[in-house]
């Protein structure tokens, strides 16, 4: 068997994969046989005789003494159990088991700080990453890297193992909201194994002495949602061995053709195409206005008196998730090996590059005039915004048919409040006028109004949808699944349980409001109301948290909910309709700040001697 020493790993040596330990994409069309060869599975014959063509005598051995213990497979299943079983209770409680603290194979972080940040607690900086694939042409087996490093070097050192791509993608590092995939070395058959469960994780563990534990593989998601895709899950009992393929069609295919592989559902999911870092755009106040104690005049977040307050005000923080946009690439033009990238001019399309949107731009006259102003009926009438969507989709603005109508946060992630005029970036989205903009959402306490979003003050409003307003259109998969995740994070005397990841946006927040305290259960006591300045303090006051800006705390709000317009089951603090604060000033009336109604909602400006309720967010992002 050939052997290599370790490129990153928490194994003294690292071992290629001997026999399947997963697959990801066969041929549907292969014949059943060859079909299985190429995915590095097969009869055993055909295995055999490959080994031995390739004068692999260990490989053929391997094969040769497929694991078939009894109580092994016995236990594989029981994993199995216990992995759909944590499935089903995190999708049905929302609840995150702590992870284990296992090293990650790339070496790029800490075991330490792979569980702090799993829990939210660090700033996510990873980006969606291919998982590698190589077929062992000795042994029909794959074998899978997000290590560019341990890539090159196969490919540079094992010629027999022949590289294949991506096979799908994954987080190389820890993001809030996803989860550790473990992955174990089987020392009997030369077989990984994965699994993304605590529970399964320690069953392997405790009961299989022979699968030796190599640390964490990547990062999935135990909930399925958007941008996700769901890996499937096999188990060929009679080798003892696991096959995972994130292919629908290939999934049936093995389903109708290879009984001997028997189907344990999901495993978990993995990346999909469309996958944005979860973030939240910042709101664009700047490093210049922050406040001091004693004063609402707004001064460079640098001076002693903006840190000494709070270190963490808004415009402390303007290079995390800043807004930046970028032209749309929709193709190429000219002839190889001359091509030239071709761009959509602003006018038509414009990409939010945190949240990966794709934004409408405005033309200065004509049918898509930003002056242009339409109802919301939504029922396709002339002069209504549903016949602009249609109109825009039929004309394949910018190559796309899928725009709509944007709901009121992907609106007001739009929003500069650091600028003095229409609260947008001229430079890349022109002839907006600083008017109100429908959204999708409706305003559900009042019958045939709709919620819109205004660019001057950056506010919402409700309006009826027989008033004329303006539009932006989006396109981009707005979100849907299961958004929050419970665990439990550092605060004071609260108990376990006590905050909850947001997988849309990556922020994680405490479940109470200051003044309560989480018993494990609930939030007991009474909220205590803040002045704006003593928000800030209050804010700065606990090691690891801080006072969110208005663009993060209205980000909770959930328009189809009312009294109050936040998830109850996750947010029990919330129920008595607080208003809370945000860091955010009111350029331009500073004695205001930014607050969130929960009751409905809204966000609004508040005099700073208002007392409000504060609810904390955790400091990273």
């Known amino acids: 068997m050939t052997r290599t020493q370790p490129v990153h790993s928490g194994r003294t040596q690292w071992q290629p994969p001997t026999a399947v330990s997963h697959f990801l994409t066969c041929l549907s069309s292969c014949l059943l046989v060859s079909a299985m060869v190429a995915c590095g599975g097969g009869e055993k014959g055909a295995s055999l005789e490959l080994a031995a063509q390739t004068g692999d005598a260990q490989g053929a051995q391997a094969f040769a003494a497929p694991e078939s213990d009894a109580m092994t497979r016995a236990r594989l299943q029981e994993g199995a159990r216990l992995n759909a079983a944590e499935l089903e209770a995190i999708a049905k409680a929302g609840v995150l ?162 009984p001997q592989y028997s189907y344990e559902g999901v495993g978990y999911y993995v990346l999909g195409s469309d996958w944005q870092t979860p973030s939240v755009p910042h709101t664009g106040i700047t490093e210049n206005q922050c406040y001091q104690a004693g004063s609402n005049t707004l001064v460079a977040c640098s001076t002693a008196g903006a840190l000494a307050l709070n270190p963490q005000q808004d415009g402390h923080r303007t290079a995390i998730n800043p807004m930046s946009y970028s032209d749309l690439v929709s193709g190429y033009f000219g002839t190889f090996p001359v091509i030239f990238p071709l761009y959509f001019p602003r006018t038509d399309c414009v990409r939010d590059n945190v949240t990966g949107l794709v934004l409408e731009g405005k033309a200065d006259g004509g049918m898509r005039a930003g002056s242009n102003r339409y109802t919301n009926y939504g029922d396709g009438r002339a002069g209504d915004v549903s016949a602009y969507v249609n109109t825009v989709n039929a004309m394949n603005l910018c190559g796309f048919n899928d725009w709509r109508l944007p709901q009121v946060e992907e609106l007001h992630g739009l929003m500069a409040y650091g600028e003095s005029l229409t609260l947008v970036d001229p430079a890349y989205f022109p002839n907006t006028p600083g008017q109100e903009h429908w959204s999708v959402d409706a305003y559900v306490s009042v019958p045939g109004t709709k919620w ?67 018993t494990g259960s609930a939030c007991a006591g009474s909220a205590t109301s803040f002045s704006h300045p003593n928000a800030l303090i209050r804010g700065a006051s606990i090691a690891g948290w801080r006072l969110p800006n208005i663009k993060e705390l209205a980000s909770l709000s959930d328009l189809s909910r009312e009294i109050p317009a936040l998830d109850e089951r996750f947010f029990p603090g919330a129920d008595g309709g607080f208003d809370t604060w945000s860091s955010t000033p009111r350029l331009g009336v500073s004695a205001y700040a930014w607050s969130l109604a929960s009751n409905n909602g809204n966000f609004s400006p508040r005099l700073r001697t208002s007392n409000l309720a504060v609810h904390l967010v955790r400091t990273d992002p």
Request: neutral net charge.
């Open 97 to 258: 088991p702590t992870p284990f603290d296992g090293q990650l194979l790339s070496g790029t972080e800490s075991g330490a700080a792979i569980v702090t940040q799993s829990m939210g607690e660090a700033k996510s900086a990873a980006s969606r990453t291919a998982v590698y694939r190589f077929f062992n042409t000795q042994t029909s087996a794959h074998f899978f890297t997000t290590s560019v490093t341990e890539r090159d070097n196969v490919q540079a050192t094992l010629p027999h193992m022949t590289y294949e791509g991506p096979a799908f993608y994954a987080s190389g590092s820890a993001v809030p909201g996803l989860s550790p995939v473990h992955r174990f070395y089987n020392t009997r058959n030369g077989v990984h194994f994965y699994t993304i469960t605590e529970s399964e994780r320690a069953h392997i563990a405790a009961t299989l002495p022979h699968f030796s534990y190599d640390g964490i593989a990547y990062y999935a998601s135990t909930l399925a949602g958007t941008g996700y895709t769901p890996l499937y899950r096999f188990f060929y009992a009679a080798r003892g061995f696991h096959f995972y393929t994130n292919s629908a069609a290939e999934k049936d295919n093995i389903m109708a053709t290879l």
């Open 452 to 518: 819109t979003v205004d660019f001057w003050t950056g506010g919402p409003n409700s309006r009826s949808v027989s008033s004329i307003e303006n539009v932006r259109l989006v396109r981009g998969a707005p979100w849907t699944g299961s958004r929050y995740l419970i665990t439990s994070v550092h605060y004071l005397t609260d108990g376990a349980n006590n905050a909850v990841v947001d997988r849309k946006t990556g922020l994680t927040w405490r479940r109470c409001l200051e003044g309560q305290f989480w």
